[in-house]
């Protein structure tokens, strides 16, 4: 077959997926909005279609559009990247009936896991640990309150169909529960077109530890171990690691297991990320699986050697994954920090503009994935990140050293970025120690209030 990938994305993913096609010889056409036009992906790919104006109803998620641009183009796969129609089974059942590949899991697949709640369910039926919470949907306020009363305050109420940190609440006792409940499902409707929520209890300052998953069409399917994103920002992550410096070797091999017995029991396809929380006693708790490639997936590359978008590529078009369980080996550390266009003192508050000069870091195991260059103009119109600096060492200090080194020599002027909270963070004893949990960042933030 013919190979030719339209990558339904923007941004750095974008680049990153073009780079992993041209080294495999395989041709590529971006798509853009008008906003767009200007951008690193557009230039890099070997074509190129506009698809629409600014706003992403109107362009990035116009299934129609893009699937025109795919065929008049030659197109037989589609990479979806992260984020937009990345996890919509509409749009994957859409590009299997023209014919084309789709460079992930197939639409039912999506429809049964992709699903927070349904996940939950299928978790549990394999029986993987799952948080105590409703089963399935909560309907109304009633049920909502009963079974919140049931596993006890404080409780999360979480959107079914949510993303990106987006229509996921906390409620500490009963009075509050009401407007939560009602918030969340608006938040959920206008966000992600579905107001369908779940309950579960509040684990108590929690690491987010995930694990990556890889599946081919013959029935292989490994782990290739775990990264720890517990630093986060309002429920989404910013820096990452792997391995996790958390978690003991008995406890990250049982999480590989129980990611490939999950994976295994759905007849999953292609890349895949099995998220878990771990609490104090390190019981570890399944809450969702990311059906795509991760923002975060350049650190697990980095410890295991392999170009898991290149592998991605492979599998779609029928090849058989070209390593097994015992080849995946965890050598030395790697960090990433996220970049972002956003005011760590403002709310994380997007800050968009002229990107006036740069200068950006480099050397042995420095790693930087980006779409932005000097004098590009960061549109307000989507995501905040700019750019993942990646640092990979053999050892956790040396590439926390490494990751100051990278941080203090990354120059972006014109506009505000979050380089200096990441160096800061880089210093702080706790992160140092690997003692920090997903509330890091909200303690953190209140330190510095109180000391401005
Ligand atoms: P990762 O799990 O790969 O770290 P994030 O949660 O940071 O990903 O999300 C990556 C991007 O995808 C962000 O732009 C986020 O807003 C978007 N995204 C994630 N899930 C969804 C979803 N269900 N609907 C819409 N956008 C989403
Ligand atoms: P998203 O789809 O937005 O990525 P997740 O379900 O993966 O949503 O949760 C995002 C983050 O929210 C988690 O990494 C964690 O920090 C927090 N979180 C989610 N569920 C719980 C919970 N039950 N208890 C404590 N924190 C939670
Ligand atoms: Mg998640």
Known sequence: MKRKILIANRGEIAVRIIRAARELSIKTVAIYSTADANS???????????IGPHASSESYLKMTRILSAAIATGCTAIHPGYGFLSENAAFVEMVESCGLI???????TIRQIGDKSSAKTIAKSVHVPVIEGSDGLVENLEDGLKIS??????????????????GISIVYNPKEFKEAFFRTGMEAKSNFGDDALYIEKYIEEPRHIEIQVMCDHQGHCVHLYERDCSMQRRNQKMIEESPSPFISDMLRRK????AVKLVKAIQYKNAGTIEFLVDKEQNYYFIEMNTRIQVEHPITEMVTGIDLVKEQIKVAYGLPLSFDQRKIRIKGHSIECRINAEDPLNQFRPTPGLIKNMIVPGGFGIRLDTHIYPLYEVPPFY???LAKLIVYAPTRKEAIKKMRMALEQFVIEGIKTNIEFQYLIMHHTDYIKGHYDTGFISKFLKLVEENK
């Open 102 to 108: 789709f460079i992930g899991p197939d639409s039912k």
């Open 40 to 50: 690193l992906h557009v230039k890099l790919a070997d074509e190129s279609v506009c």
């Open 255 to 258: 999480m590989g297991q129980t």
């Open 149 to 166: 009363k049931k596993i006890g305050y404080p409780v999360m109420i979480k959107a079914s169909s949510g993303g990106g940190g987006r």
């Open 383 to 385: 995501d905040s990140l």
